[in-house]
């Protein structure tokens, strides 16, 4: 460069530098500030809306208005940034005319599913532009937990389904293999327990997939019908192979989980259950023998709820629901490389919202750990756009 050149270079710099420091260099030192002392949510739109209101020589009211950006109807879903992230709310979602959806929380997605982020791979083409954190190292247990969900997954694959298949697949056309009579006159058994015992039960049965969507009179039903049953150290809960005939929510102690693959075959430890576990609820469901065996190692005391009552309890709680909402999931996008086991557990856990026209179902910038999806009718996406 020549040494015409570099001082031409070294005055625009010196201009440069003269022009930030007198028009934009106080008054963004000013706006951060600001921002530093009250800390807002969104720093961006803050800043935007500060530098609009506190302009050097126009200063202006901000107005921010909503723009419409996205329209969804039936089968749509929407909120899975923040089950993949934990991101706020990237916009307001509102209902048109009466809207019902099914909700559900991250910690039950990754409960009943297993790794959110491993689940969403699946389908990683829909998400091809998000970057998703690195897949953390599994422990040796939640590895172990892992293929004995996925030999259970291969087990169940022939999860209730709520319409009859083709012939030849072997598809069950119902939840129950053995037609249940509901008698006219049936209650279900009551076990007197203490007011402790109820509000120690009722705590667990309300984070178990199968039980918690109750409404509280059936909820109520059902803990009164749990049974308390001991075990000592080394007692069998529940054998690989035997008929399935209760389901268990151990209350104080610890149980191993143990699976011979093939039958006979020497045991693997593959889970282990504490106070507030579930288990059994596969063969209660499906009337087929038991996958695994349930081993205390210690004293145990479990509550227990009889197949009758179960069967009887899901049949007048609304289980042909549960099939319909079942088959809903089939046709979302997001779910479809689920095995029907898994999104039977997901319809289960599923919470069904109603919302009339103009709700805001969720509003951009709030926290959010949920995901919807449109069983009946339609949304509108709008994103804040600041007016100048």
């Known amino acids: 460069m020549s040494a015409e050149g570099k001082m031409t270079a070294s005055g625009k710099s010196e201009q440069v530098k003269a022009y930030l420091e007198t028009n934009v260099v106080p008054v963004l030192t000013q706006a951060l500030t600001q921002m530093c002392l009250q800390e807002p949510d969104d720093p961006f739109s803050w800043l935007a809306q500060w530098l609009v209101e506190n302009h050097p020589t ?37 209902a048109v005319g009466a809207t019902t959806c099914l909700v559900i929380d991250r910690d039950a997605f990754q409960r009943l599913c297993g790794n959110l982020f491993e689940i969403l791979r699946r389908n990683m083409s829909t998400y091809s532009t998000m970057e998703l954190p690195p897949e953390e190292e599994k422990p040796a247990v939640e590895e172990a937990k892992a293929e004995a969900e996925e030999e259970e997954e291969e087990a169940e694959e022939e999860a209730p389904a709520p ?16 037609p249940v009579q509901m008698e006219e006159d049936w209650v279900p058994p009551v076990f007197e327990k203490s007011a402790e015992e109820k509000t120690r039960l009722d705590g667990y049965i309300a984070k178990t997939a199968l039980l918690a969507y109750l409404d509280p009179k059936a909820k109520a039903n059902v803990t009164m019908a749990f049974d308390k049953r001991t075990y000592a150290k080394d007692d069998n809960i529940i054998t690989q192979g035997d008929d399935g005939d209760f389901y268990y929510i151990l209350d104080s102690g610890h149980a191993d989980v143990y699976i011979s693959k093939p039958a006979g ?82 319809a289960e856990a599923m919470e069904i919202r109603e919302f009339v026209d103009g709700d805001a179902i969720v509003k951009e910038g709030d926290p959010g750990s949920e995901f919807f999806i449109i069983q009946k009718g339609n949304v509108q996406c709008f994103k804040k756009t600041l007016k100048f």
């Open 163 to 178: 319409a009859a298949a083709p012939k030849g697949r072997g598809r069950r056309t119902n939840v129950f293999v053995e």
């Open 58 to 94: 126009r200063p202006q009211k901000a107005e921010w208005s909503e723009v419409l950006v996205l329209k969804l109807t039936v089968g749509n879903f929407f909120g899975e940034i923040a089950l993949l992230s934990g991101k706020p709310r990237q916009a307001t979602v509102k």
């Open 265 to 346: 075959s020497p045991e693997k430890k593959v889970f282990e259950y504490d106070s507030g576990g579930a288990f059994g609820e596969l063969a209660l469901l499906h009337g087929e023998p038991r996958l695994a065996t349930v081993r205390a190692t210690t004293d145990s005391i479990c509550w227990a709820l009889d197949r009758d009552t179960f069967r009887k309890i899901m049949m007048s709680t609304g289980q042909q629901d549960m099939n319909e909402r079942t088959q809903f999931l089939t046709k979302v996008t997001l779910l479809e490389e689920l095995t029907h086991f898994e999104r039977f557990r997901i």
